[in-house]
């Protein structure tokens, strides 16, 4: 599918409709965006497939798994800037 869209104000991009409906994605929801050399690639991340596949044990153990990914992930997150 090609097609080309706008940076606006601020770095923002709005996806078309059709590509939001067609991968699910609403507003709120987190995307996880790779640089590939010269290309952006963004995949909706879905919480849940971490939760059920990340943890064997207790649901404790699986919260503090997701705590943990989570404060990774702003730590990166933070490192970029």
């Not at 996806?15 to 690639?41: D, H, Y």
């Amino acid at each position: 599918m090609g097609l080309t869209i706008r940076v606006g104000r601020k770095g923002a991009i709005v996806l078309p409709k059709s590509v939001r409906e067609s991968l699910g994605i609403a507003e709120g929801t987190l995307l996880e965006l790779e640089v590939r050399g010269r290309e952006i690639v963004l995949r909706p991340l879905d919480l849940w497939d971490k939760v059920w596949g990340c943890c064997r044990g207790s649901a404790e153990e699986a919260e503090r798994e997701l705590d943990e990914e989570e404060n990774e992930w702003w730590t990166r997150r933070s490192r970029a800037k």
